[in-house]
Structure formats: C-alpha cells, structure tokens
C-alpha cells in the first residue's frame, strides 16, 4: 500500500491477488490494481473520512485502464463530495498484469493465449470487484460507476451479485440483455452513417479530402507501395476509414476537420499527418481492447468477426464507392476488423488467438433478466439519444427491463457525457437514482 498526495486529493494504490478463473480459486493468480481517491479535506476530518461510503468506478472499454487523476478532476470532483472513490484497473489493463503481446509471448501457442484471454470479459470483472470488495469496505455493498462498457459489467453485477451494490450509476452503458454483436453493429452503423453525414453537413470540404486522401492511398496500394506509418504497419484506406471512430466524441468531428485540413505535403501524404493518424489507430495503449472487444457482446455463440461481416449489409462504407465515384467516402466507427491484426505491430503477433476467440462458441451468460427484472438496488442511466457506440434501441429496452432503474435520456451529450460534464452527469445520475429528479 502507498499513499501521496495531488491537490485536493490523497490517494492510496493497492494491488490484490485474484484467481485467473474464478470456477478455479486455486489456479494461477492474477493482480488486480486500485488507487482509492478521497477529497484531502475530508482526509483530515477522521470522523468525516471515515464514514464516507465507497464508490467503485468501472471504466469503460473493454481493455482500458481506469483514470490517471490529477487532483479535483472532471466527474471525479463531483464524486468526492459523498464517496471515497475507487479507480480498478480491469484486468489485463493499466497496472493490472497487463495482456499484451510482450506479456503473451510467454505462451506456448496461440490456443494457450485464446484460452488465457477468454477470462477478461465482464463476468470476471465483476467476480474480481466482489473478491476485492471485503477487503476495501470491510464487507459493506459500495455505490457503482459504470461508464460505457464499465456500464456492460454494472449490468453484469446486478445480475449475479447485487448484494455488493448499493447504488448503481450508469452512463452510456446499457447493453442488449440478449442482443448479439451482429444486433449491435446493424445499429451502430446506421449511426455512425447518420454522424458521417452530420460531419460533412458542418465540414463540405472534408469531402474532397477525405476523398483524396482515400484515393492517394489506394493508389499506392495498387502500384504495390503502400503508405507506411512512422511506427510501422500499412495505412490502407480501410483502416483510414476507421478514424471514424472520433465521431462518436463531443469534439470528435471537429477534431476530424483538423487532422483533413491539411493532410498533404506537396503531393504526398505528409509526416505531420501520418503520425497524427497512428496515434488514432495504434492500439498501443489498448490491445486487449482489439482482441476481446466482439467478445464484450457475445453470450453462447461465436462472433466470426461480426463487424466484418455486417459492413457487407452497407454498402456506403464500401471505400469503392468514394474512390471510383463522386460518393463521400464513410468512415467507421467502434469495430475492430481482422485486418487490424495484420496492419499494427502490436496486434500481428495476437492474430492466431483474436482468430480462435472469434470463432469460439462456448462463451456463459453475462445477463440474468429474471434477476434483473427483480433488482431491488437504486439505479439511474444515462442514455445518450444519438450514441455512436451503445445504442439506444438497446439501452431503452435494458432500461425498462431492469426493476427500478430510472433511465435519463438525453441529446445533451454524446458517448463521453460523463467526461466532459464536469460532474453534471454523475450529479443527475445520483438524484435520478436517489429519486430527487
């Protein structure tokens, strides 16, 4: 245990020991990362510092670690006012033995590692809270921030082990209880199609661009020379495309119309815009986000690359149709392709396992309705009305199945409402959950 402080805050790290399979308690162990944050001024009242209630804040994802914070920051500011907050590091991410293709190389072979990253979805998140959680509160429930797939595992917790929650809190993350990934694309890209046309409403010029740029790279495609990024791997114009997935942020479209301001030297693509093109489609910082983010969905069936395969129902997205046309070139969004595993570095190594995880059927339930529909723990969602990521068809009818839940519906924000809102959200959230609104 180490403490130090930030302005306005103290905070403590711990590490804890979880089983890998929690159905196997005594095979190998895993570390769990936390720093507990807690306003500075109630630190020094012992009697305030102690009597505040905890809350668990889940990140969203999957394959992200939780925040870094730098004292009274954002949500976290509103947060404090009540709670002791606690920042997990998911497994496999931050500083919570990282799954990477460093950390997975110690595998004999890609079955082992498919094998290995079956347990990182949200069922073993939530059994790792729960072993975590005695020993954080001395055994008492604690309140839950589900933010985005953080909220997939709020679900996933009131479903098999409500009895830990207090309060529930969710934002922009109420999943199809039995939706399946090809459920989820067929909406999310007829969203991220509606968003492509918003940006290019605000920005006509991009078209043009983006055209351009689509066409300078099929180009070289074509004449066997591919446009290589400064960190390595092929820029194609699929995985051009995927830049799209900015648009589904508050000031993601027009941090679009920056990066296609200006993207050529001369006649060719230039550095500035190349590199600032890698740092959107490195999955660097995430890779586990690529390997298990169909996986996220799915419950008793194989995804089979589900984004790849229903792109093919959209015929807009085909690049074609910008490149040999006068059509707009459509960017996607939230889908990871098989292709990705070839094209960045960090992936290539991962590509037999993502394919195995693919193709794998025997993945449990994350979702109980039955006990879902008799949820006795207060809980409010945020849905976010034109949400790129987790749509709202699903969320509304995850809303109205979830006993008690008082859902927030909302065109105010996009998918980083929670971020962004300088504790607005989160302070809705709570009165909504606490029936004050």
Known sequence: MRSYRQPGTILT???FAVPLDHDRPDGEQIEIFTREVIAADAARSADRGSDLPWLVFLQGG???GAPRPIGLDGWLDRALREFRVLLLDQRGTGRS???TRQTLARFPDAAAQANYLSHFRADSIVADAELIRPQVTGGAPWAVLGQSFGGFCTVSYLSKARGGISEAFIAGGLPGLSATADDVYRLTYQQVAAK????????PQDVEAARRVARELAAHAQA???VELPGGGELTVERFQSIGQLLGSSTG???LHYLLEDPFAGRELSDDFLHRVQALLSYASAPLY???HEACYTQGAPTRWSAQRVRAEFAEFDSSVAIDGDAPLMFTGEMVYPWAFSHDPVLKPLAEAAELLAQRADWPALYDPGQLSRNEVPAAAAIYFSDMYVPRELSLATAAAIRGLRPWVTNEYEHDGLRVSDGAVLDRLIALARGRS
């Open 97 to 99: 033995t990282p799954a």
């Open 290 to 292: 690529a390997t298990v």
């Open 62 to 64: 999957p394959g992200f």
């Open 13 to 15: 790290e711990r590490i």
């Open 253 to 255: 479209s027009h941090t």
């Open 224 to 226: 066997g020379r591919p």
């Open 196 to 203: 492509c046309r918003e940006h290019y409403e605000r920005y």
